[in-house]
């Protein structure tokens, strides 16, 4: 299975292709919808949240309500277009219009890939560069994880993003009893954090960024449910799969930290501290005591939930510039501003959610294999069965 996306923050629209879907999945646009706008919540979004909608059109690989197999094509509109497309448009401008909309934008923020990708692309408009590479393109992103979210939930395999740390405030109250009730209580936390009193501390510490023309990062986690045992591989390095989710997870806009289970914690600690110790149940087969490794030994999901947790870096965009240097003047400047979130970890845990449900589907069918959805869920359970009884 893969997936490419395309567009730019102001273009008329952001798109994606999946190919490798199987066919007979039911599949809807209001589906990826509720992800859509799960997303655009958050609390510490700045002004395009409330401009932008979000809604998908489908335009290939479903009929009546299923997939056929087929490629499957994935269209989100960017509203602010209209108020856009002559400063993005794709055909040459004409010396007026030029004229119009002469400026570029030439000073560089820290932080972000604005400088990087002007002199790699050797581009005197950073706009070049900046519509690309804005966090807008998750918007498609968490599309695609929709649509694996879908496929996996079919299989009985399901997961969610939540919110543990936002600036200096930690969540401590992090448990919950099942899958369903870690999705109820996130989506109703506006910062989706299960700790209703780091909740409002964190809601404080957003304000006071924002309020200080600053902005402010956290970490998110994510945990998948109902996996089978041996997703993944121990035999290669490109087929472990804790590497893979950490590849994609890291590839988020601003995520700089990833970790499995306890992650960096584990490196502090003795080995009979970390290591979940085997246990065995005719009606569960083998099982872990504790998860501290979440849910993975040897590239492999050992049947445990999984757990991913990315660090994502405050917004690089500030109302409070930070110095930098004009590209043709030369100048020391104060950082250019484009509209901009305060902060954005609510809708990273979306996203992170949608990145580890993509890693996740690929695995499944790597594994079970790929053509029709029937074939799938009955590969799994005759799998599931053999490793119970093994
Ligand atoms: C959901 C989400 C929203 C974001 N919103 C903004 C934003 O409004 N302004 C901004 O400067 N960066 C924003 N970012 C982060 C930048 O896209 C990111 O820092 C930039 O692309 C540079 O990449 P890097 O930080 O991974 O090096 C956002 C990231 C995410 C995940």
Redesign the pocket.
């Known amino acids: 299975m893969r997936f490419l996306t395309a567009g730019e923050s102001h273009g008329p629209e952001l798109t994606a292709i999946i190919e490798g879907i199987p066919s007979q999945l039911p599949l809807t646009e209001e589906q990826i919808n509720e992800h859509l706008q799960r997303?655009q919540k958050g609390y510490g979004r700045?002004r395009?949240m409330q401009i932008e909608k979000d809604r998908v059109r489908i335009t290939s690989g479903v009929r009546h309500g299923k997939t056929t197999g087929a490629p499957i094509t994935l269209h989100v509109e960017n509203k602010d277009w209209k108020h856009w497309d002559k400063i993005m448009g794709a055909a040459p401008l004409s010396e007026e219009d030029a004229q119009e909309i002469k400026r570029q934008i030439t000073r560089p923020?820290p932080?972000?890939?604005d400088l990087n990708g002007a002199i790699k692309y050797d581009h005197r408009d950073m706009r070049n560069v900046l519509e690309r590479?804005?966090?807008r393109e998750?918007t498609v992103r968490v599309a695609v994880g929709a649509v694996a979210q879908v496929l996996l939930k079919e299989l009985n395999i399901q997961l969610c993003g939540h919110v543990l740390e936002i600036g200096s405030v930690k969540a401590t109250e992090v448990s919950f009893n099942d899958i369903e009730d870690l999705k109820e209580r996130s989506e109703a936390s506006e910062v989706r954090c299960l700790d209703s009193e780091a909740s409002e501390q964190m809601k404080q510490a957003i304000d006071e960024a924002k309020e200080n023309g600053d902005s402010i990062g956290g970490i998110v986690e994510v945990v998948a449910v109902n996996l089978p045992i041996g997703l993944g591989s121990h035999v290669h390095y490109d087929r472990k799969l804790d590497g893979k989710l950490a590849q994609s997870v890291m590839s988020?806009?601003?995520?700089?930290g990833v970790e499995v289970g306890i992650g960096f914690e584990a490196a502090r600690l003795l080995g009979s501290q970390v290591h979940d110790e085997i246990l065995y149940s005719e009606e569960r087969g083998f099982y872990r005591r504790t998860n501290r490794l979440g849910g993975f030994e040897g590239g492999m999901t050992n049947g445990m939930p999984v757990v991913v947790r990315g660090a994502?870096?405050p917004?690089?965009?500030l109302y409070k510039p930070l110095q930098s240097v004009d590209i043709d003047s030369k100048e020391t400047f104060s950082a250019s501003i484009?509209?901009?979130?305060s902060c954005?970890v609510p809708?990273?845990a979306v996203?992170c959610e949608a990145a580890v449900a993509w890693e996740l589907a690929t695995a499944v069918l790597e594994k079970f294999g790929s053509d029709t959805l029937g074939e799938i869920i009955k590969n799994l359970e005759d799998f599931n069965e053999k490793a119970r009884n093994f």
Do not use: L, Y
Not at 252 to 256: C, G, L, T, V
């Open positions: 997303r700045g395009r923020r932080g972000h890939a590479s804005s966090a998750t988020i806009n601003a995520f700089k994502m870096k917004i690089p965009t484009e509209r901009s979130d954005a809708a990273a996203v």
